[in-house]
């Protein structure tokens, strides 16, 4: 089979398309033939070594989170798919394994494809949409009515956090560039703050919850803007956040949360009810052939992609 083999960390150049044979699923695996993947910063980062604490040595020898596809062979104990199904799922970001013509994975990663959404539709959601759902449904547990912030709302994981919230009956506030301030608009945001021009710390007290995509300002600086007992979840963690923030949870009622993505087929299967729904809609912003993965992890490394960029493997 077609895969993007990286045998070392590196820049984009470490990418190499090579011919290697199918994986040989196990009893309690499947066997998904990747129709298209997506790429997402979490990638870049493993590829360029930026996450070797937890990938160790050498990088995974595929790389690659979302997919969408096929099943193609179910082992001998899963009853919940079969063979012709049509899916969508994330792998373990750190583990990779989606930059290829077939993928195996456990049963409970990946669910049916919303019928409404092309494989490449699909492909984009599996990771920006989990992260969004778990950090506004199970970390923040959000509820209709709530005022929420949302900082970096154009970006993969921004775009679809505001519909969520949205279809969730929040007000959201997005803060985005000038430049974007249309398309968060579009999205649902309905009020926005322009980074370029405006303070986002200055609203204080204002928020039930903030979800914030960017990292760049510390749980200290948000604080102010938070209502009593609101809840700040971030995608961008720092190391003492990670180690001490939930027992300093225990003695502030303004809470610091970290998501970190799992896939689940619950969740897959929450979405995509939204997206049958049309509650939320998948904001695809390129679309590149495999063959030309460098170019999309370097588009992506800029840090300025609205939406998401997908990759066709079939
Ligand atoms: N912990 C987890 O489980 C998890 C899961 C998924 C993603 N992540 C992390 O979350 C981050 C976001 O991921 P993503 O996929 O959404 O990235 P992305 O799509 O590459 O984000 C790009 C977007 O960020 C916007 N942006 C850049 N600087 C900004 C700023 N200062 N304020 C507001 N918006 C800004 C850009 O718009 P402008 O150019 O207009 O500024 C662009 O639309 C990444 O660091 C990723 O690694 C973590």
């Known amino acids: 089979m077609k895969a993007i083999l990286t045998k070392e960390y590196g820049n984009a150049d470490v ?7 199918k994986p040989i699923i196990g009893d309690g695996e499947v ?8 790429v997402n910063p979490m990638e870049w980062k493993v590829r360029n070594g930026e996450m070797k604490m937890m990938t160790g040595k050498t990088p995974p020898e595929i790389l690659g989170s979302d997919f969408s596809g096929i099943v193609s062979k179910i082992g001998s104990s899963i009853t919940g798919f079969k063979k012709g199904d049509e899916v969508y799922g994330m792998t373990d970001g750190l583990k990779g394994g989606a930059y290829a013509e077939y993928l195996k994975i456990n049963e409970d990663m990946f669910a049916i494809k919303p019928g409404n959404l092309s494989f490449d539709e699909a492909a984009s959601l599996p990771m920006v949409a989990q992260t969004a759902y778990q950090a506004l449904v199970h970390k923040a547990q959000v509820k209709k009515g709530d005022h929420i912030l949302i900082n970096g709302c154009t970006g993969g994981v921004g775009s679809v956090a505001v519909q969520i919230a949205k279809a969730l009956g929040c007000t959201v506030t997005g803060v985005c560039s000038t430049k974007n301030i249309e398309f968060a608009k579009s999205l649902g945001a309905d009020h926005i703050i322009d980074y370029k021009k405006d303070d986002l710390l200055e609203n204080e007290n204002s928020y039930d919850s903030i979800f914030d995509t960017i990292g760049n300002h510390s749980f200290a600086e948000f604080k102010k803007t938070l209502k009593a007992g609101g809840v700040c979840v971030t995608t961008s963690p720092t190391i003492p956040a990670m180690l001490f923030g939930s027992v300093l949870n225990l003695f502030r009622s303004k809470k610091a949360k970290i998501i970190m993505v799992a896939s689940s ?11 049958q729904n049309a509650q939320i809609k998948p904001q695809i912003a390129h679309t590149f052939p495999i063959e030309e993965i460098k170019d999309a992890h370097n588009l992506s490394e800029k840090g300025r992609v609205v939406g998401k ?3 066709k493997i079939q």
């Open 265 to 275: 087929k619950q969740d897959l299967d929450a979405i995509r009810t939204m997206f």
């Open 309 to 311: 960029i997908v990759l």
């Open 15 to 21: 990418l190499k398309l090579a011919e290697i044979d």
């Open 31 to 38: 066997l998904i033939q990747v129709i298209s993947t997506s």
